[in-house]
């Protein structure tokens, strides 16, 4: 009697947690999950690129040291952050510093267009191919994560699934902010100190001819 009235009562509380939404909790909790992986790779795999791409640039214009520090430096930062998904703090962190490294990038490809035998250089536009290529995931991801991070908020802040979430500690997770999106994403402006426009000559006022003689 004891265990039929223990199998009952897991019966019914297990009926109770699947209406109250805590197994599309763990769902949505485990997409966050896998989409937080993505950004995460598809980072990496930017930060690997990193040093190819400043040994290939160094190789044509090593005096351009201050630009190819920049980049080394952004990478490193980028590395030695342990960043914590749930934490809002450590992903405004991170966010920060991947801005960085992408601006630092773009700053060295704007360099390199001083430079004529680097930009016809196969190793450097495979990198360019590769980088670009990267962007544009780490655009997909992101928008991705968000989307997750999003229905996974919506979800756990609604009732009665609230109430659910608040049973198990499941709180609304930070999101990667968009308020300077628009500015990370464009390239840095470099001025190279375009000569002035000279101005065109004059040309001489034409000489009247004399009139014919009557």
């Known amino acids: 009697m004891r265990k039929l009235m ?24 485990e997409a966050v999950k896998a989409s937080w992986s993505q950004v995460l790779n598809v980072y990496k795999r930017r930060a690997d690129l990193v040093p190819n791409l400043v040994a290939t640039v160094k190789g044509y214009a090593s005096h351009e040291q201050q630009v190819l520090t920049q980049v ?49 250089d196969q190793n450097f536009l495979q990198l360019q191919a590769q980088l670009e290529g990267t962007e544009n995931r780490i655009t997909v991801e992101r928008q991705r994560y968000i989307q997750s991070v999003q229905d996974y908020n919506t979800y756990v802040r609604s009732f009665p699934q609230n109430l659910t979430a608040m049973m198990f500690g499941y709180k609304a997770k930070p999101n990667f902010s968009v308020e300077n ?27 009247q001819q004399p009139a014919p003689a009557g």
């Open 6 to 29: 223990m199998s009952l009562l897991l019966v019914a509380a297990a009926a109770l947690l699947s209406g109250c939404g805590y197994n599309t909790i763990q769902q949505k909790d």
């Open 72 to 120: 080394t430096e952004a990478r490193a930062k980028v590395g030695s952050i342990n960043v914590n998904a749930d934490d809002p703090a450590s992903v405004e962190q991170f966010q920060q510093a991947q801005g960085e490294l992408k601006s630092a990038i773009g700053r060295l490809l704007v360099v390199s267009e001083n430079y004529p035998q680097l930009k016809a």
């Open 181 to 207: 999106e628009q500015q990370i994403q464009e390239a840095p402006k470099v001025d190279f100190g375009q000569p002035a426009a000279q101005p065109a000559p004059q040309q001489a006022p034409a000489q």
